[in-house]
């Protein structure tokens, strides 16, 4: 089993959508989560991270679940722009392990 | 302009040969980092260096070497290349260890190994 797991999609979605993401992770000890986004042919960046609390930036709602160990990344009012691949990162004993990253196509 | 830069950011090379890839950071991060991205796999850690002269295996190291003389240097070698080393090579640094601190990453590099 990998240490972190997502769907990989694609998920098409409408300009102005809503739409969700999952991603499960195998190491109970991990403390720390994140999401990251990778434009095509480009380097990752950091899109938040997640706290135990939940936490939203914008459209962007983050929210994780240690007992069932997933992380989930919530796009509310979808614009072009958000056509990414979603990277799903867990520390795990200091390091950091991405998944393989959820792809999304906004059309308009 | 500050930043972590990669060079080149293609290259092609044949099985046997050794090749370098640079990264380089104007941020005098402490940590530096070496990753590859293949298709089903995501991003996979090759080496990390704490400080210069301090570096460390990631999670596929064989078949590289890597090097940190200076801080703002991490240079990655694949002493003799193989096809399997075909791979999209992604630098990165940050202040701090693991999830302390977010990690910048360079643009890449996208190496075809013929």
Same mark, same amino acid.
């Given at each position: 089993?990998?240490? &972190?797991?997502?769907?990989?999609? #694609? @998920?098409?979605?409408?300009?102005?959508?809503?739409?969700?993401?999952?991603?499960?992770? $195998?190491?109970?000890? *991990?403390?720390?989560?994140?999401?990251?986004?990778?434009?095509?042919?480009?380097?990752?960046?950091?899109?938040? +991270?997640?706290? $135990?609390?939940?936490?939203?930036?914008?459209?962007?709602?983050? !929210?994780?679940?240690?007992?069932? !160990?997933?992380?989930?990344?919530?796009?509310?009012?979808?614009?072009?722009?958000? +056509?990414?691949?979603?990277?799903?990162? &867990?520390?795990?004993?200091?390091?950091?392990?991405?998944?393989?990253?959820?792809?999304?196509? &906004?059309? #308009? | 302009?500050?930043?972590?830069? !990669? $060079? #080149?950011?293609?290259?092609?090379?044949?099985?046997?040969?050794?090749?370098? %890839?640079?990264? =380089?950071?104007?941020? *005098? =991060?402490?940590?530096? @980092?070496?990753?590859? !991205?293949?298709?089903? =796999?995501?991003?996979? %850690?090759?080496?990390?260096?704490? /400080?210069?002269?301090?570096?460390?295996?990631?999670? &596929?190291?064989?078949?590289?070497?890597?090097?940190? *003389?200076?801080?703002?240097?991490?240079? %990655?070698?694949?002493? *003799? /290349?193989?096809? +399997?080393?075909?791979?999209?090579?992604?630098?990165? +640094?940050?202040?701090?260890?693991? /999830?302390?601190?977010?990690?910048? @990453?360079? #643009?890449?590099?996208?190496?075809?190994? %013929?």
């Amino acid at each position: 089993r990998k240490e &972190v797991e997502q769907d990989p999609g #694609p @998920f098409n979605v409408p300009e102005g959508a809503t739409v969700a993401f999952n991603c499960t992770y $195998s190491n109970s000890a *991990s403390q720390s989560f994140f999401w990251y986004r990778q434009d095509c042919r480009k380097e990752p960046k950091l899109l938040m +991270s997640v706290y $135990s609390s939940g936490n939203e930036d914008g459209r962007f709602t983050a !929210q994780l679940n240690r007992a069932s !160990q997933y992380i989930s990344l919530l796009i509310r009012d979808s614009k072009l722009s958000d +056509s990414a691949t979603y990277l799903c990162v &867990v520390e795990s004993t200091d390091k950091l392990i991405f998944g393989t990253g959820t792809r999304l196509q &906004v059309f #308009p | 302009d500050a930043g972590i830069t !990669q $060079s #080149p950011r293609y290259k092609i090379t044949e099985t046997g040969r050794q090749v370098t %890839l640079m990264c =380089h950071q104007t941020w *005098s =991060h402490s940590y530096m @980092f070496w990753y590859r !991205q293949d298709l089903g =796999h995501g991003l996979r %850690l090759i080496y990390y260096s704490a /400080a210069a002269d301090i570096t460390d295996k990631g999670e &596929v190291p064989d078949g590289y070497v890597v090097s940190r *003389s200076k801080t703002e240097n991490f240079p %990655l070698t694949l002493e *003799s /290349a193989t096809r +399997s080393q075909t791979s999209v090579y992604f630098c990165a +640094s940050a202040r701090l260890a693991g /999830a302390q601190d977010t990690q910048y @990453f360079g #643009p890449g590099t996208r190496l075809t190994v %013929l």
